[in-house]
């Protein structure tokens, strides 16, 4: 079973900036896509960034020039550089990886999940 870990959470100012981490207990080579998701109180769990196994990066307009997603694939961890941090990206931060198992005529998604790591920032 794979673990997703992040870290990096924290308290930090508007304008200021954090980097989160999520190292995999499996080979990163082994998921198609991994990425960032984040779920404010009350509101549905979004999509913040995603990196597929080629390097390809995904963001939400929410996040464009201010977050960048990389991965060091020796190390099996994803990394999420945020800057320029605004109120409204307080959230809990989900590291999410997903790989696909099964015969090429019967494929199907598995996902994983980490266990949040929380972002707040104030005014």
């Known amino acids: 079973q794979v673990q997703l870990v992040e870290s990096g959470g924290g308290l930090v100012q508007a304008g200021g900036s954090l980097r989160l981490s999520c190292v995999s207990s499996?080979?990163?080579?082994?998921?198609?896509?991994m990425g960032w998701y984040r779920q404010a109180p009350g509101e549905q769990r979004e999509l913040v960034s995603k990196i597929s196994s080629v390097g390809a990066t995904h963001y939400a307009d929410a996040v464009k020039g201010r977050f960048t997603v990389t991965r060091d694939i020796a190390e099996n961890t994803l990394y999420l550089q945020m800057n320029n941090l605004k109120p409204e990206d307080t959230a809990v931060y989900y590291c999410?990886?997903?790989?696909?198992?099964?015969?090429?005529?019967?494929?199907?998604?598995?996902?994983?999940w980490g266990q949040g790591t929380q972002v707040t920032v104030s005014s």
């Open positions: 999410h990886a997903q790989r696909q198992i099964g015969p090429i005529e019967a494929v199907r998604d598995v996902d994983y």
């Open positions: 499996g080979r990163m080579s082994r998921f198609n896509t």
